[in-house]
């Protein structure tokens, strides 16, 4: 089995900065694509960013200029550093990570439990 754990929201006031963690564990073999995503209340889940194992890297318009994403693939990390915050970027922050799971299987798509990020005005 495949888990991914975030860690660091919370409550940050605007204009402030938080950083968010994703470590995926388990039966890992590689991991291709890492993404962060974002649901606010009342709201479709988006894309914020995600990074492939190569290194191309893609933010939804909003968060360009704000928010980077990274990762550390000797730890199956994905972190996204987000500062500038505005009260439209609460929302639940999930990670996600397609992961092979032995040389012979197939891309799978495992997503965190998210954590919650509220920017106050």
């Known amino acids: 089995q495949v888990q991914l754990v975030e860690s660091g929201g919370g409550l940050v006031q605007a204009g402030g900065s938080v950083r968010l963690s994703c470590a995926a564990s388990g039966t890992i073999f590689s991991i291709n694509a890492m993404g962060w995503y974002r649901q606010a209340p009342g709201r479709q889940r988006e894309l914020v960013a995600t990074?492939?194992?190569?290194?191309?890297?893609n933010y939804a318009e909003s968060v360009k200029g704000r928010f980077t994403i990274s990762r550390d693939n000797a730890r199956n990390t994905v972190y996204l550093q987000m500062s500038s915050l505005k009260p439209d970027d609460t929302a639940v922050y999930y990670c996600?990570?397609?992961?092979?799971?032995?040389?012979?299987?197939?891309?799978?798509?495992?997503w965190g439990q998210g954590t919650q990020v509220t920017v106050s005005s």
């Open positions: 990074t492939t194992s190569g290194g191309r890297i």
């Open positions: 996600n990570a397609e992961v092979r799971k032995d040389v012979s299987t197939p891309l799978y798509l495992y």
